[in-house]
């Protein structure tokens, strides 16, 4: 039996319906009956589809290793996700830059402007040298009593509340939120280190949890999950 067949015939087993088998892997319909039809091109990626495999192999008791084994076998004939309008989960999301200010125009013009003001004042009249004396001592009535400059503690900038560090032990896509929004989304090589930071909320996503060794505040985390596995990670303040 393929891996397709020997996927349905557990359910059916068990007398699932894909409704309720999407409902118990979390994983959508649609994508269950790609697996079971073994129409890897309707899944996102090789990737998902592993990570996919291994969840539903595992919820419906099979031997999720023989069938990854299986399936890493046949892993090149698996065609790559069809193309969307929507970025690759492997692209690295486009920051738009400002336009670059004429600072050169604008420093010539402003040197002209200068130019001219002082060659009218030059013409208009002579030049003219007064004698400046010192200034006249100022004259104490009292004690006078400075207050010192009290700082406290709320009018210091708040220092990063968060601070995320992850390595990567292999080719792995990851995303970062702060705060709420995403500041990376992008493939990490082995051995490639990245530190973020964030004051309240911090959110980390990858297509496989087993490829990342993640420390927070200095302190290792626990594993994130399987080598395959999509995670979704959140650590808040």
């Known amino acids: 039996m393929s891996i397709g067949e020997r996927l349905r015939a557990a359910r059916e087993a068990r007398g699932i319906s894909l409704e309720e088998a999407a409902a118990g892997t979390r994983i959508k319909r649609i994508y269950l009956e790609a697996l079971e039809n073994e129409a890897f091109s309707l899944l996102p990626s090789p990737a998902h589809a592993r990570g996919f495999l291994?969840?539903?192999?595992?919820?419906?008791?099979?031997?999720?290793?023989?069938?990854?084994?299986?399936?890493?076998?046949?892993?090149?004939?698996?065609?790559?996700?069809?193309?969307?309008?929507?970025?690759?989960?492997?692209?690295?999301?486009?920051?738009?830059?400002r336009p670059a200010l004429?600072?050169?125009?604008?420093?010539?013009?402003?040197?002209?402007?200068?130019?001219?003001?002082?060659?009218?004042?030059?013409?208009?009249?002579?030049?003219?040298?007064?004698s400046i004396g010192p200034p006249p001592a100022p004259t104490i009535t009292g004690a006078v009593s400075i207050p010192s400059a009290t700082v406290?503690?709320?009018?210091?900038?708040?220092?990063?509340?968060?601070?995320?560090?992850?390595e990567a032990s292999e080719h792995v896509w990851v995303?970062?939120?702060?705060?709420?929004?995403?500041?990376?989304?992008?493939?990490?090589?082995?051995?490639e280190t990245r530190t973020w930071e964030a004051r309240s909320t911090l959110q980390l996503d990858t297509g496989n949890a087993a490829a990342l060794q993640v420390r927070l505040n200095g302190r290792p985390e626990g594993p994130l999950g399987g080598r395959g596995e999509i995670v979704r990670k959140t650590w808040s303040r």
């Open 54 to 97: 291994r969840r539903y192999a595992r919820w419906l008791g099979l031997d999720e290793t023989a069938l990854l084994a299986e399936w890493d076998g046949m892993a090149a004939a698996v065609p790559p996700a069809r193309p969307s309008r929507m970025p690759s989960m492997f692209e690295l999301t486009h920051i738009p830059t």
């Open 152 to 166: 406290t503690p709320g009018s210091a900038a708040t220092a990063p509340a968060l601070r995320l560090e992850v």
């Open 175 to 191: 995303r970062i939120q702060t705060d709420g929004q995403v500041v990376y989304q992008g493939l990490l090589r082995p051995g």
């Open 102 to 130: 004429p600072w050169r125009p604008l420093a010539t013009l402003g040197f002209a402007t200068l130019l001219l003001i002082g060659l009218i004042g030059l013409v208009r009249g002579p030049w003219r040298i007064q």
